[in-house]
Each structure stands twice: as C-alpha cells, then as structure tokens.
C-alpha cells in the first residue's frame, strides 16, 4: 500500500477508536476483551516504515528487535558483545577474531554457526549495495577456526573493526535466507520477535519462545507505520497505539501537550543523530567561503533551538555528537559575530532544500524559514524547496541546491563513517574540496594508534571548520512515549527500543 493510502486508512482506524473511546471514558476501553488486548499486543507507532523488503541489508529495521547483529555500541558509543562474545586483533590489526556466543536459537530452530555468520558476511562483501558505509571494503577473506571462532583477515590495520561492524554492519540471518544475488528469500533471525506480516502499514512481529535471553514480555508486538506527526499523536492519546518509540517520532511542537497528557509516560534520550546545514560549495553563492563563512557565523543556533527545538536537541558547537565524546573538538562557536553581509546580485536567489519525509519527524520546515528570514535580513533572496524522496536524492546528486538540511547518525560511534558519509552524500557539492583531505581521511582510517587518529581526526575537523563545508546546527534528544499499562521502555543511542525490558503494568480504570 502506498504511503498515502496508508495515512488515510489510519486516520480511519483513528476515527473510528477515538468515537468508541469517548464512549468509555479517556481513551480507554472496557472489559476483558481490552485487558486481554493490553497483556498481549504492544502497539507500537513510527514516523517511518520499517519494512525494507527482500533487495535490502536487512529486510526489516533494526528496531523492530527481529534480527541481531554480533556486536552492539553502548550508551558511550563503544562495542559490546552480543552474538559474538569476545574479539581479540592479531597482526597489526589486519586479522581479527570474534568468538560466537553458544546455543542462540534461530526462529526456525536451527543454531548460531562459524559457517552461518561466514555466509552473511560475504553476502555484504559479494554486494557492495548492501554495504553502503564500506563498512567491508578492505576484507580480504572471512574464515571459521575452532569451535566457535570467526576470522577476519583485512588487506589494511582497522583499528575500529568491532565497531564498524556493529548492529547494521553485522546484521545475522539464519543459512539460506538470500539468493545469487543477495536479495532475501526468506527471513529468520535471532531477535525476540520473528516477523510474521507487513500489511497495510502495520509489521506484525511473534514471540520468539526460545530466545537465548528467556521469554519475551509480549506474545506479539505491532508496528504501526503512521507518516503523519498529528495523526501519530492522536493514535497515542486515544489508546489506538500504546507507545511511539522512534528517533523523530514527537515532534518538539508536540511536547507541551503529551507533558501534561494523563495516562501517557514521557521520556528522552540523547541520540546519536547530529542535524547540518550543508553548503554547495562549487556553486554560486556558496562556492565563496566568505559566504559561507558568513552563514556559520551569524546564525544565531542558541536561539534557533531555544525557539524551534526546545528539549528535543542541543545547540551544536561540534561535528560529531556529544556520546562519540573522544573524538569531539567544539570549533563552530555558538556566540554569532556581526559580519558584513555577502555582497550579491539582487537576482541571486538561494535555494534550501528539504525532503518532504523530514518535515513529520523533525521541525526541518520551521529551521528554513528561520534560516531563510536570517538570510532576508542580511539582504538575501532565499526560497525553501521541498521534494519528494526521489527528487531530493537527484538533487543531491547533481548538487542542485544552494543550502541543505541533512541529518547524520555516528552509527559506527567513529569519525570514519562520518567522513565516509561526507564524501558520498553530493559529490558535486563538495568533491573537489574533499580531495584536498582525502588523503589524511584514508591515513587516519587504517592508523592503529590511538592518539595519532585523535590528532588526523582534529586535523579534519577543523580543516571543514576553517573551510564551511557545513554547519552543525543541533544534537538530537528523541522523545517517546507510552500509555501507562507498560513501563521499562527504553531506546539506546540509535533509537533501537529495548523490547525484553519492557513491563506490564496493571492500571487501576
């Protein structure tokens, strides 16, 4: 079903639970047939679909908790085990080897194998699509050893290889689960919930009895995809759907109301997620550093999160987010100087784009038309442009756009990825200028001393400080929240909900 479609059939459902709540009194329904609902199903809503289909890396989102991967970042943004147990590095750094927990059931019964996580590695290095981050482009080969132990031989020392390789870098499927070409045929993983159906929006997740952690807390859990920030709000307050747990899922907007909400739990947590305000570099006006320069440095973050963002981020004076707190340097200033504004044709006009799929998960309209109003007062024509997916990825890619708002998750907790990311994300945009430190990039990639990174990675980050490549504008915080018959809801530094912690709990009506 199409994304609109969607939106319309739950604004129904909506309707139809809001006029049947009304009738039982704040959103709540009567009897045992609600009682048996509440023990059962946890309804959970998002502002994007989780289901990615067969032609991806993991079939479903991590979120949904239906697959894991061998290691996981912890709140400091450092590897912990999870399939694997322990990782030891040998050779420099060019082999490494990760020992497999014992006895992780498979939703089909089948067991955690050497042979098993071979197979899943080599689906990400025989397809590179699968492998956005390159995450695996220096593997030379990936070999079983002993019992349990699983070898990774590098063509280059990689001294971040466990947290590289974490929760989507290391996503484990039982065997068979892809064809030649990479593309799933079927999907079993370890996780708590086995996915059962996508339909309509909604994903519907089982229990995994077996699950080498105990039992689940809920027989079955649904994800209710809901693009529309309102619509989800209003799923929540009338008891439509039980908690909305994602990155973006409340809008900050949203705060005041659900703060003084009965019957719902409010909570946050600091993300991983970091929102930039991108330059085109080579094109008019911004191919002038000065101008870009000016931007950064006039533009008031303080005040632009205090009167948009509120406690759902925090001014940045930073690339990297504050959890990746050992490679973070604070070199865009949040105090704003008072600089000469660009001198240009009247017939000059800035364009910011934005994705249309941003604008229900982050206040992305509301940051424009505050930059757009900073770029009038210094004299500036400015226009806000939103496309749909397809066309914003174009655009991108041809560097069609002066300004860009754009978020980025440290998912890897390493700067490596990040400027990974820079590199790809409009090569048209800042190419040529990336080439003058892509050379240091790489060094900086495969250097094994630890202060040494730390000092190539300062080096970078303030090259694109001193250069306005981009403006950090905030740190994410993520709101969720939750109907008070469930407790113990958490989500970690990517939004990942902690679904074997979450309690029942038993709501006086």
């Known amino acids: 079903m199409k994304p609109l479609s969607i939106y319309f059939s739950l604004c129904f459902v909506f309707l139809v639970g809001t006029i049947f709540s009304f009738g039982c009194g704040d959103g709540h329904h009567s009897g045992s047939q609600r009682q048996k609902d509440e023990s059962s199903v946890l309804r959970i809503g998002v502002g994007r679909d989780l289901y990615d289909g ?21 709140e400091k943004l450092q590897p912990r085990n999870w399939l694997a147990e322990s990782w030891r590095l040998e050779d420099g750094g060019r082999r490494w080897i990760f020992q497999l927990k014992k006895n992780i059931p498979f939703h089909d019964g089948t067991l955690l194998t050497k042979e098993v996580v071979i197979e899943n590695i080599l689906r990400y290095k025989n397809h590179p699509k699968y492998d956005p981050h390159g995450l695996y482009r220096d593997l030379l080969s990936v070999r079983g050893a002993g019992e349990r132990d699983v070898v990774f031989h590098l063509s280059t020392p990689c001294p971040n290889f466990p947290a590289s390789i974490n929760y989507f870098g290391s996503a484990i499927l039982t065997s068979g689960s892809f064809d030649s070409k990479g593309q799933f045929t079927k999907f079993t993983g370890t996780g708590p919930y086995r996915f059962v159906m996508n339909k309509d929006g909604v994903i519907r997740l089982k229990a995994h009895s077996a699950y080498w952690q105990g039992k689940p807390p809920f027989e079955n859990i649904e994800f209710w995809y809901i693009p529309d920030a309102s619509t989800r709000l209003n799923a929540l307050k009338a008891g439509q759907i039980d908690a909305i747990v994602d990155v973006g899922g409340i809008l900050p907007s949203q ?95 800035i364009s910011i784009l934005l994705h249309s799929g941003t604008l229900q998960r982050w206040p992305y309209k509301d940051i424009a038309e505050a930059i757009h109003a900073h770029l009038l007062r210094g004299g500036l024509k400015a226009k806000i442009r939103i496309e749909e997916a397809g066309s914003f990825k174009e655009s991108l890619k041809k560097g069609n756009f002066d300004l860009v708002l754009h978020p980025f998750t440290l998912m890897t907790g390493d700067p490596d990825i990040f400027f990974t990311w820079l590199s790809h994300v409009s090569p048209v945009a800042f190419g040529n ?31 694109i400080s001193e250069n306005g490549l981009l403006l950090p504008l905030y740190h994410d915080v993520a709101f969720y929240a939750y109907r008070d018959h469930i407790d113990g809801l958490k989500i970690d530094a990517f939004f990942r909900p902690n679904l074997m912690e979450v309690k029942k709990n038993k709501v006086a009506r």
Request: some cysteine; hydrophobic content about 35%; overall charge negative.
């Open 433 to 463: 200028e990336l080439k003058n430190v892509s050379e240091l990039a790489s060094k900086a990639r495969y250097e094994i001393d630890k202060e040494q990174r730390k000092k190539m990675y300062r080096q970078l980050q303030k090259w």
């Open 255 to 349: 705060l005041p109301d659900l703060k003084h909400s009965k019957h719902i739990t409010l909570r946050s947590e600091t993300v991983a997620t970091t929102h930039y305000l991108l330059f085109n570099c080579q094109h008019p006006p911004f191919h002038s550093i000065h101008n870009r320069k000016w931007v950064s440095s006039t533009l008031d973050r303080n005040q632009l999160v205090q009167s948009i963002i509120g406690d759902a981020g925090v001014a940045s004076d930073s690339i990297f987010t504050p959890l990746a707190e050992e490679w973070q340097e604070r070199l865009f200033p949040l105090t704003p100087s008072f600089e000469k504004p660009p001198d240009l044709s009247p017939e000059v006009e």
């Open 54 to 74: 067969p032609d991806s890396r993991s079939f479903v989102h991590g979120s949904l908790n239906a697959w894991e991967s061998l290691i996981y970042l912890d």
